[in-house]
């Protein structure tokens, strides 16, 4: 295993040393070292290991065509475990041509591995396979993509939509593939439609292609997501964000179920003085009745830093504040609250947990950065739960 990535190392270093003198190609390694502490039941130590290779080749003076390049050894022994655990990925590969730039707009084409978001962050956030346009007109711009989440490193594995994506991911091999789904997304932007205000349109699905390739599938889950957004600034120090989506789907286990559910996000950003951002968000996404289900995000997130749970069933209200008090020192606080959005079968009442984060980022050279951070979990009706680490990323 760690000859394979010493292999790895040396064929990535010898492939850059050897077109660097050809183009002006720019290159490195970064090495992330993260110890840390959690008590659920009991504390617990953890470490997280990454080392990556990285590399951008431009093929022009211009720069209108460029390979960027990604590639990670990762090791780490998670709480309660006593070895460590290794794999390998591909984190980036992404091939970006900057096909027009003049006075009528512009034309950005994006091919291979690269990450993807969707507008409001909480369906779609993670890396894929695909390609991207992205097209600047006028009256707006507009963003097509296309991708495929089959290729990814099931140890990565953040697409867990089924019974069948969770036992993907459960493998100890260095790379094994994960979730079989092709995704699509496309944007409408325009900018400044009145007062300021951006107003945007998203569509988006995926379609789980185990309904063609794996007959014993336990379960199919196909989904279609609409989302409109509004953003602004109701003056030079207050932002606003308001969203809104419907999902709708099938999913296809025992019988056939039809899914249907909303997510709304509203967030406001205040920049009081300088340095210093203020923030609060409101996410609701909606219980289970006769005709809503949970909400089903393509990419799985936790909703907190120790919160078990994800995007799904969920109302969150959060309130924060960041200081940046120089170039080298960044701090961070926030509390959040979750409830459920309405009652749950063996739980009483709406209130689920209250969690505090508080974080502190140290540049002490333009390579190295130092983060400490701790969060505490109040649980109702359980008992306290923490979380303590400090994470070092050193350039080369």
Known sequence: ?????????????????????????????????????????????????????????????????SLAVEGSFYASRPAGIDEFEYYLDIDLLRFSVTARDDETGMMLFDVGRFPVSDITGKILNQGMDGFNLELVQGFGNLAFFAGYTGLLNARQEETLMTVDDSIDAATDDIYALGAQRVVGKAVLHIPELFA????????????????????????????????????????????????GTFQTGILDSDDTYSLHSILAVGRLDYYPVPATQVYTEILYTSGEDSFF????????????????????????????????????????????????????????????????????????????????SGALLFPKDEDMTYQAELKVIFNL
């Open 1 to 65: 295993m760690m000859r394979i990535h010493r292999i790895t190392v040396v064929f990535t270093a010898i492939l850059f040393c050897a077109v660097s003198p050809l183009v002006a190609a720019d290159y490195g390694l970064e090495l992330m070292n993260n110890v840390g502490v959690t008590k659920m039941d009991d504390a617990e130590l953890f470490t997280e290991h990454k080392a990556t290779l990285w590399g951008t080749i431009p093929f022009d003076n211009g720069n209108t065509r």
């Open 196 to 243: 300021g205000t951006d107003l945007l349109f998203q569509a988006m699905g995926q379609y789980d292609l185990r309904d063609q390739l794996d007959p014993d599938a336990a379960e199919i889950m196909h989904t279609v997501y609409g989302t409109v957004m509004l953003t602004g600034a109701v003056n030079p120090a207050l932002f606003y964000t308001v969203s």
């Open 293 to 372: 289900s949970h909400f089903q995000p393509i990419t799985s997130q936790d909703a907190g830093t120790l919160y078990a749970g994800g995007y799904s069933n969920i109302i969150r209200g959060t309130a924060g504040v960041s200081y940046n008090s120089m170039d080298m020192l960044n701090l961070d606080g926030s509390i959040a609250v979750f409830l459920y959005p309405q009652e749950v079968d063996g739980f009483d009442g709406l209130y689920t947990a209250t969690e505090i984060n508080v974080g502190a980022t140290f540049r002490a050279t333009s390579d190295l950065r130092m983060r400490g």
